[in-house]
């Protein structure tokens, strides 16, 4: 417990110690955002659109592609999310109203009724005008890990394994405090991990810590909740809290070579009894990015995933955890200013048959296609 503290410590002090040389300018691409959008008055309106085809050489009979919601269809082109995006900002007052359609909504989204189509939808009031402190309630994007639901601010097309075990959305309120012009502190009081309907009466509690300067972005994340839900059978209700912590760096995201990594960890505890037992889990993945020219870029990715006990994941064909990493190769071509067409072929790797029950289930190759188009 002390290493840990002193290592966080370390960690804040040396992010106050260099935000005084650059102001704020890259984008987090931890969070959904569309573009500029077309202004009417106050408000401005936006939209998405990801279209995708591909083919996963181990994919299901149905053609999905197991433990992914993104791009998991195989053999067959398809809408991974088409979204509109409303922001009105006036004075002292805020809200953002965006709903998607599409297969990752479909794979994501285990709401009833019209809540399984919100992305976000939040409003937010200005506590202090002259230090900016927000308090935003609704529907909220995640910070956790460095992708989201939008390709476009992405080095790769595809998504890593991280996102996919972290929440995409959040349900609470968020409390938005600027440390200096390029550090921010966000404190959340939150339904639970991935949750618009709240699945029992205890809150979880969530922090990020973001550092933005001129060419990098550094992101601190926390989560801590009870996690019990009864309507995963006896695996949900054994599950008590659950502890989460991520770190990912962004550099020059617009330049000619990019990179970003990504690393986190997670315990999870369950009753057994009148003990506590504990089941952890962690990931780490690194992605590159060269341009060769305005138009044309490569991006390639390695990443490992390890939940030994199933704490996150849920196996298909092999009882004794997920283990598995990837390697994948990305063409990247910019068609206009707000259009792009990608080409991603992505290598797995396990010693289990996690993907299907033949041989095939450890080393499955995926190929993709995507077009992105936003305004």
């Known amino acids: 417990m002390n290493s840990n503290c002193t290592i966080r410590t370390y960690f804040i002090l040396v992010l106050l110690l260099v935000t005084g040389a650059m102001h704020a300018q890259i984008t987090n691409p931890a969070m959904p955002d569309t573009g500029k959008g077309e202004r009417l008055a106050d408000l401005r309106i936006g939209a998405y659109l990801d279209l995708y085809g591909g083919w996963f050489s181990a994919a299901g009979k149905d053609g999905s592609v197991p433990y992914f919601v993104n791009m998991n269809r195989s053999r067959e082109v398809n809408v991974n999310l088409a979204m509109l995006d409303f922001r009105y900002a006036k004075n002292r007052v805020r809200a953002r109203l965006m709903p998607g359609f599409g297969s990752y909504m479909n794979a994501?989204?285990?709401?009833?009724?019209?809540?399984?189509?919100?992305?976000?939808?939040?409003?937010?009031?200005?506590?202090?005008?002259?230090?900016?402190?927000?308090?935003?309630?609704?529907?909220?994007?995640?910070?956790?890990?460095?992708?989201?639901?939008?390709?476009?601010?992405?080095?790769?097309?595809?998504?890593?394994?991280?996102?996919?075990?972290?929440?995409?959305?959040?349900?609470?309120?968020?409390?938005?405090?600027?440390?200096?012009?390029?550090?921010?502190?966000?404190?959340?009081?939150?339904?639970?991990?991935?949750?618009?309907?709240?699945?029992?009466?205890?809150?979880?509690?969530?922090?990020?810590?973001?550092?933005?300067?001129?060419?990098?972005?550094?992101?601190?994340?926390?989560?801590?909740?009870?996690?019990?839900?009864?309507?995963?059978?006896?695996?949900?209700?054994?599950?008590?809290?659950?502890?989460?912590?991520?770190?990912?760096?962004?550099?020059?995201?617009?330049?000619k070579f990019s990179a970003t990594a990504c690393a986190y960890a997670g315990l999870q505890e369950y009753a057994a009894g009148f003990k506590i037992r504990k089941a952890s889990w962690w990931q780490a993945n690194a992605i590159l990015r060269f341009r060769f020219s305005e138009r044309h870029s490569l991006s390639g990715r390695l990443e490992y995933f390890s939940d030994p006990e199933a704490a996150v994941t849920e196996p298909l064909f092999d009882n004794s955890g997920f283990r598995a990493g990837s390697a994948g190769l990305c063409w990247n071509v910019n068609l206009t200013d707000n259009a792009m067409f990608r080409l991603e072929g992505r290598q797995f790797f396990s010693g289990q048959r996690l993907f299907s029950p033949e041989e095939e289930g450890r080393r499955p190759l995926w190929l993709l296609s995507g077009m992105t188009i936003w305004f």
């Open 108 to 255: 994501n989204y285990a709401e009833p009724g019209g809540l399984a189509y919100l992305v976000e939808a939040n409003a937010g009031y200005c506590l202090f005008p002259e230090r900016q402190v927000w308090l935003d309630a609704g529907v909220l994007s995640s910070p956790y890990s460095n992708e989201s639901c939008i390709s476009r601010d992405h080095l790769m097309y595809s998504r890593s394994l991280a996102p996919e075990y972290v929440p995409y959305y959040l349900s609470g309120i968020k409390l938005t405090v600027p440390l200096t012009k390029s550090l921010n502190l966000y404190l959340y009081g939150l339904n639970g991990w991935q949750q618009i309907r709240d699945k029992n009466d205890r809150p979880a509690f969530g922090t990020q810590l973001e550092w933005r300067g001129k060419k990098n972005l550094l992101n601190w994340n926390t989560f801590f909740g009870d996690e019990r839900d009864l309507s995963r059978g006896q695996k949900g209700s054994l599950q008590r809290m659950r502890w989460f912590t991520d770190i990912y760096w962004v550099y020059n995201p617009d330049g």
